[in-house]
């Protein structure tokens, strides 16, 4: 029989995970330590576990096969050389933000193409102002949209743009889809794109490659009418060459959920500039249905694990995704 240990610290949905993969395949031992200590001793013998696993608990664990990771994008320092170099299988829950994450990646291209923070400002002064955008408008039909990541959020990002007319640029490593409406390159390839692109827009996960793959460098290659678009990860970004670009006029904007340091700071530049909308780390905020989508990928995983079958959503541990 095998065991699998749902990690401290527990809430309600892994509390919730756990009773029901019990219930739903009973040929599982299923342990819920609810401290550091009492997980020590539950992963001696798992064979699987779901959360992250130390370096004091990868050593003592003498069966792990499979750890299923519960975010696509973890926290800096999940995978640790130990981790890394074991054999053990990572999985992750990618490809269950699609369309939440998407539809707020659409609410920035829609906003900032017809220049609403402009009118947004004007209305909190109480302004009839006709000509208060102050920035070029955008014809969708006639925009290019570049999307770093086309994976579970990029692709259905990159449906959405093709939807409304825009040309699609996908820029990634390992395609996974069949996207025949997207022209795609590879990331060494990126500085010859954005040029073309009115909308670049980021949905990658921090790895060692995609860590600050945006800075004043590639600011300059954009357009002046371009919008920097990121919802994926903070780390991707150096937000002050962000400002700078956006203050300089190098770039026309911005949409923003997540930044290199959360929250941002008070006095951080980027509040005060036109053109720019933030929002904080709240793209999934809210979405009910994402519980559920993440125990299905556990269900699923562990099923085809006790049959002996490959696992869905297979991590690249070197890579981090």
Same mark, same amino acid.
């Given at each position: 029989?095998?065991?699998?240990?749902?990690?401290?610290?527990?809430?309600?949905?892994? /509390?919730?995970?756990?009773?029901?993969?019990?219930?739903?395949?009973?040929?599982?031992?299923?342990?819920?330590?609810?401290?550091?200590?009492?997980?020590?001793?539950?992963?001696?013998?798992?064979?699987?576990?779901?959360?992250?696993?130390?370096?004091?608990?990868?050593?003592?664990?003498?069966?792990? /096969?499979?750890?299923?990771?519960?975010?696509?994008?973890?926290?800096?320092?999940?995978? %640790?050389?130990?981790?890394?170099?074991?054999?053990?299988?990572?999985?992750?829950?990618?490809?269950?933000?699609?369309?939440?994450?998407?539809?707020?990646?659409?609410?920035?291209?829609?906003?900032?193409?017809?220049?609403?923070?402009?009118?947004?400002?004007?209305?909190?002064?109480?302004?009839?102002?006709?000509?208060?955008?102050?920035?070029? %408008?955008?014809?969708?039909?006639?925009?290019?949209?570049?999307?770093?990541?086309?994976?579970?959020?990029?692709?259905?990002?990159?449906?959405?743009?093709?939807?409304?007319?825009?040309?699609?640029?996908?820029?990634?490593?390992?395609?996974?889809?069949?996207?025949?409406?997207?022209?795609?390159?590879?990331?060494?390839?990126?500085?010859?794109?954005?040029?073309?692109?009115?909308?670049?827009?980021?949905?990658?996960?921090?790895?060692?490659?995609?860590?600050?793959?945006?800075?004043?460098?590639?600011?300059?290659?954009?357009?002046?009418?371009a919008y920097f678009i990121n919802i994926g990860r903070g780390m991707v970004c150096r937000m002050d060459d962000l400002a700078d670009a956006i203050e300089s006029g190098e770039i026309a904007g911005a949409g923003?959920?997540?930044?290199?340091?959360?929250?941002?700071?008070?006095?951080?530049?980027?509040?005060?500039?036109?053109?720019?909308?933030?929002?904080?780390?709240?793209?999934?905020?809210?979405?009910?249905?994402?519980?559920?989508?993440?125990? /299905?990928?556990?269900?699923?995983?562990?099923? /085809?694990?006790?049959?002996?079958?490959?696992?869905?959503?297979?991590?690249?541990?070197?890579?981090?995704?």
């Open positions: 029989m095998p065991k699998f240990v749902f990690m401290p610290p527990q809430d309600d949905d892994r /509390r919730m995970f756990a009773a029901r993969l019990a219930d739903t395949e009973p040929g599982y031992e299923v342990a819920s330590p609810e401290t550091d200590e009492e997980a020590m001793d539950a992963i001696r013998d798992a064979d699987a576990v779901y959360g992250w696993v130390p370096p004091a608990a990868l050593e003592a664990a003498e069966k792990l /096969r499979w750890v299923q990771n519960p975010d696509a994008g973890p926290f800096y320092g999940y995978y %640790y050389p130990e981790l890394i170099e074991h054999p053990l299988t990572i999985c992750n829950p990618r490809g269950i933000y699609f369309d939440h994450i998407s539809h707020h990646i659409m609410m920035f291209v829609f906003a900032l193409s017809r220049g609403l923070p402009w009118y947004v400002d004007a209305q909190r002064r109480r302004e009839w102002d006709k000509g208060a955008r102050k920035s070029p %408008y955008i014809d969708l039909s006639r925009a290019t949209a570049l999307i770093n990541g086309v994976g579970g959020i990029g692709h259905e990002t990159a449906r959405l743009c093709h939807e409304v007319g825009m040309e699609v640029i996908g820029v990634d490593p390992r395609p996974e889809y069949d996207l025949p409406y997207v022209e795609f390159h590879t990331p060494d390839e990126l500085n010859e794109a954005l040029p073309r692109a009115d909308f670049v827009i980021t949905t990658v996960p921090h790895t060692p490659e995609t860590e600050f793959t945006f800075d004043a460098r590639r600011f300059r290659l954009m357009k002046p009418t923003l959920d997540v930044f290199e340091q959360e929250p941002l700071p008070s006095d951080h530049k980027l509040w005060g500039l036109p053109n720019v909308l933030i929002t904080p780390h709240v793209a999934v905020a809210d979405a009910e249905n994402i519980p559920e989508r993440r125990f /299905r990928i556990i269900l699923e995983n562990a099923r /085809r694990f006790a049959n002996g079958e490959p696992l869905n959503n297979v991590v690249d541990k070197a890579k981090w995704y």
